[in-house]
């Protein structure tokens, strides 16, 4: 069965940096296009950044552009998210999601498109 593993989140200070990773099996990586979202105590679940298929086009909500990155390795079937500059409103568990699309360069910021979802990984930044 299809199962994303997220993994990386952690403590940390203001203006550090973590590294997550989201480890995809039991499904053809490169035929999804992944997503990272986030949910914060007491909040929706929000878009973070996602990446198409291709890996060459990404797109981030604004509150994170310039600190977060998103990449993906199809060899690995691994999609990584690098967040820099933290801060305490970063704090939140962060999803990886995965939706099979037809389209090889196409984005995708809807929670309600995606197929699969990962458990969850808490990054908590204090100030």
């Known amino acids: 069965q299809v199962q994303l593993v997220e993994s990386g989140g952690g403590l940390v200070q203001a203006g550090g940096s973590l590294r997550l990773s989201c480890a995809a099996s039991g499904l053809t990586f490169s035929s999804y296009a992944m997503g990272w979202f986030r949910q914060a105590p007491g909040k929706e679940r929000e878009f973070v950044t996602a990446?198409?298929?291709?890996?060459?086009?990404?797109t981030y909500v604004d509150s994170v552009k310039g600190r977060f990155t998103i990449s993906r390795d199809n060899a690995k079937t691994t999609v990584y998210l690098q967040m820099n500059n933290l801060k305490p409103e970063d704090t939140a568990v962060y999803y990886c999601?995965?939706?099979?699309?037809?389209?090889?360069?196409?984005?995708?910021?809807?929670?309600?498109?995606?197929?699969?979802w990962g458990q969850g990984t808490q990054v908590t930044v204090s100030s």
């Open positions: 990446i198409s298929r291709s890996g060459d086009r990404t």
């Open positions: 999601a995965a939706y099979r699309s037809s389209y090889y360069y196409a984005l995708y910021s809807r929670l309600d498109v995606y197929d699969y």
